[in-house]
Every structure is written in C-alpha cells, then in structure tokens.
C-alpha cells in the first residue's frame, strides 16, 4: 500500500498542488474480490484530507468500500475526481489503446528522452514485480511503446517523477 500511495503521490501532486491533466489507474488484482481499479482524475479531485500517505491510503480504503459489491464491468464513482470500476489489467489496456497512445516502461526500451510524446499519452508502470510475460507481449501487441527512463532500475514512484518532469520540460 505505501509504495501504490507514494505513486499516486507522485502522480497527482507537486509543491503542495494537485498537478492538472492526469489520471492514474491502480489496478488491484490481490484478495478481495478483484479484479478492482481505482481511478484519480486530478482535474476534479479534492484534497484528499492532505497529500500525505495517510490521507491518499484511507481514500484509497474508503474508495475499495464503496465498490464492495460491482459487479463486473460497472464503475461508479466514489468521491469527487475518484472512481472504482470491476476491471481488470489487460480490459483496462484495451480501454486505453483505443483512445490515447500508450508506452511502457522497460530497462532496453528507447530513452524517454528520444520520444516525442502526443497529447494523448499513456504510461504503464508496474510494482516492484516484473511484468508478466504474456502481459508485455499484450502491450507491444496494442501498439505499446518500450521508454526507458535510464540505465539504474527504479520505483515505479520515480519512474512517474522522471516522467512528468520529462515532459514538463517540453
């Protein structure tokens, strides 16, 4: 749970300000009735209560509660700019190959500082666990992109740093 609140974390906010034009999606598959994804749109998201672990992990919590019984397929939201929809990983791929262009981060991957990124861009990070096979293949096969962020493996949290300030360089 700390190393998915500090990527929300690193995701969302910056200097004490919730960073505009970004969603990220945690896909929860563990115990519990998964598949679940929870989703935060920075664009009308609230405080959180803060922007600490605590306050991201008890949305996080209360947000799991209130998708307790979906059934599969349905997505209600939750709070403001917070969203639970039963769904899985590769649905959720399908989802975004369909309307935005996606990139994945893998150590042999072009530098991410080679890429021209489209506004309509989606990054897919994993936890500390590699990737399943089968799910990288899906990847290239949606049309996904290899990036690298550089030659030292890291969090998927600073992965998403390096990322934004990628981008906000540009």
Do not use: W
Not at 58 to 64: G, P, R
Not at 132 to 155: D, E
Request: net charge negative; glycine share 8%; with cysteine.
């Amino acid at each position: 749970m700390e190393i998915v609140a500090h990527c929300i974390a690193n995701a969302l906010f910056y200097s004490q300000q919730i960073r505009p034009d970004v969603m990220i999606h945690i896909v929860l598959d563990g115990p519990g009735d998964p598949p679940k994804t929870i989703r935060f749109e920075s664009q009308t998201l609230e405080s959180l209560d803060g922007f600490d672990e605590r306050s991201i992990c008890k949305a996080i919590l209360e947000t799991l509660g209130a998708g307790h019984k979906l059934a599969l397929g349905e997505e209600i939201q939750a709070y403001e700019g917070i969203y639970i929809a039963k769904k899985g990983f590769e649905r959720l791929l399908q989802e975004k190959a369909g309307s935005s262009n996606l990139f994945c981060l893998d150590k042999k991957g072009t530098d991410i500082r080679d890429v021209d990124f489209p506004l309509d861009t989606t990054f897919v990070f994993t936890d500390h666990l590699a990737m399943p096979r089968k799910t990288g293949k899906y990847l290239l096969r949606l049309g996904a992109q290899p990036i690298s962020v550089g030659p030292k493996t890291l969090f998927a949290s600073q992965c998403i740093v390096l990322a934004h300030n990628e981008l906000d360089r540009r």
